[in-house]
């Protein structure tokens, strides 16, 4: 069984396509707030022709480059909240606050069982990190939760899992930050490596 961190995130949802667009965090939130307010301020300001010191256009601009800094921040080292118990064959949550948050936990996967994992952040450079939105569906009570892969070691755990996932014939949707259709993240993103996916793990994508 893999352990990975749980994320205190919330997710949005593009209400046509079921696409996670980005992520939130109260970290998140108020940084981005602080952008608002600086954009806001700047627009407001020139919209009705205001004289505005030049001291004060340098603590605006200053603040539009630390929201976005603060909120990347945020959004980038979201905090651990626990830890994601994965398996074959089940997955265990364990919240280090709110105990009854998962209260479906432990989720024993079976053959109807329905995956999607959505990229909500990545990054290769200086570290290899990536942000993941989880939904088990299927199951008599559908879930969603967050987890983190912060180093090349994670990222190697969660092919694991996910190959043995393939294996067991669960039906999994894999989407990358643009909504487009992957295999382990970053695989199948062209007709042979689909065809080639399909052939190896007989899976419809």
């Known amino acids: 069984m893999t352990e990975f961190d749980l994320l205190k995130i919330g997710s949005k949802k593009d209400p046509l396509t079921g696409r996670v667009s980005f992520t939130e965090s109260i970290q998140f939130k108020i940084s981005m707030g602080i952008v608002v307010a600086a954009i806001l301020s700047i627009s407001t300001l020139t919209l009705l022709d205001f004289d505005v010191p030049e001291w004060a256009n340098f603590f605006i601009s200053m603040g539009t480059v630390l929201g976005y800094s603060f909120a990347f921040i945020a959004l980038f080292f979201s905090r651990n909240a626990g830890s994601v118990k994965i398996d074959h064959d089940k997955i265990s949550i364990t919240p280090k606050k709110n105990k009854d948050?998962?209260?479906?936990?432990?989720?024993?996967?079976?053959?109807n069982s329905k995956i999607r994992l959505s990229v909500i952040q990545a990054t290769r450079f200086p570290v290899h990190r990536t942000l993941l939105h989880v939904e088990i569906l299927g199951i008599e009570d559908p879930l969603d939760f967050g987890i983190v892969l912060r180093n090349k070691k994670k990222h190697q755990q969660y092919y694991e899992v996910l190959e043995s996932w393939y294996r067991a014939g669960y039906e999994i949707r894999e989407f990358d930050q643009l909504g487009s259709r992957v295999f382990k993240l970053n695989q199948g993103k062209n007709y042979a490596d689909v065809q080639k996916i399909k052939q190896e793990y007989g899976i419809e994508w």
């Open 101 to 111: 948050a998962f209260p479906s936990s432990p989720i024993n996967l079976n053959e």
